[in-house]
């Protein structure tokens, strides 16, 4: 499956724990999003990297919340300290960044912090 | 910043019939509006999109039309099928960044 691969696609975690998501994204694709979606909402946007660099994070990634991609490869989203408010569907997309502004998503990562 | 309201919020129709779900954007630096198709328990999947120097477009039984002077966007479907059930995202942005996202259309179709 050549498509945007995340893992895991499920994780229940206790309030007060950390958590780390992993995204893959479409081979040379240079762009990449984290959105988080709650039930019954549209995707929610919370920061984009080109390539290696992170170039905007939205107001609701707060300070618990760090997203890096290293080598302008993969990407990691972590948590720190979760809370319940945390649990949501988070989502990963792709888009070629060659005037193609197609984005393509993940399946997700489902989070549910009890 | 952007912001992307969405009607309706539900739609049944017939097997057969037309859908129209309708989106309005706010800033007028978007450039590009792709329409979102998401089955329950599934990722978002691009069924077509429309950028700001193009006034409609058409992929088989659906078409999006765009009217930048009102700032608002369409998805027309035709010939609805049981299959065509799903929640339809809209969405809007300047190229190249960040998608902001209407609340959803939950399509129901009935045979």
């Known amino acids: 499956d050549t498509g945007v691969s995340q893992d895991p696609r499920h994780k229940i975690t206790k309030r007060g724990q950390n958590v780390t998501f992993r995204c893959d994204p479409i081979s040379e694709h240079n762009r990449l999003y984290w959105y988080r979606q709650t039930l019954g909402q549209g995707p929610e946007f919370l920061t984009y990297?080109?390539?290696?660099?992170?170039?905007?994070k939205s107001r609701l990634l707060s300070d618990r919340f760090s997203a890096e991609r290293p080598k302008g490869s993969f990407s990691t989203l972590e948590i720190q300290r979760t809370e319940q408010g945390d649990s949501a569907m988070y989502l990963c997309?792709?888009?070629?960044?060659?005037?193609?502004?197609?984005?393509?998503f993940g399946p997700g990562t489902r989070l549910t912090v009890l | 910043g952007e912001n992307v309201e969405q009607h309706p919020s539900t739609l049944s129709v017939q097997e057969g019939d037309s859908a129209v779900i309708k989106c309005t954007y706010s800033?007028?630096?978007?450039?590009?509006f792709p329409w979102y198709k998401q089955e329950l328990g599934k990722r978002p999947q691009l069924i077509i999109d429309?950028?700001?120097?193009?006034g409609e477009k058409k992929d088989q039984r659906i078409a999006v039309t765009l009217n930048k002077t009102a700032k608002h966007f369409s998805l027309h479907i035709t010939e609805t099928q049981p299959e065509d059930s799903a929640v339809y995202f809209c969405?809007?942005?300047?190229?190249?960044?960040?998608?902001?996202f209407g609340k959803g259309t939950t399509l129901s179709v009935s045979s």
């Open positions: 800033d007028s630096a978007s450039n590009y």
């Open positions: 429309i950028r700001s120097n193009v």
């Open positions: 990297f080109q390539n290696e660099a992170q170039l905007e």
């Open positions: 997309a792709t888009e070629p960044g060659t005037g193609k502004n197609e984005q393509f």
């Open positions: 969405a809007a942005s300047e190229a190249g960044t960040a998608l902001i």
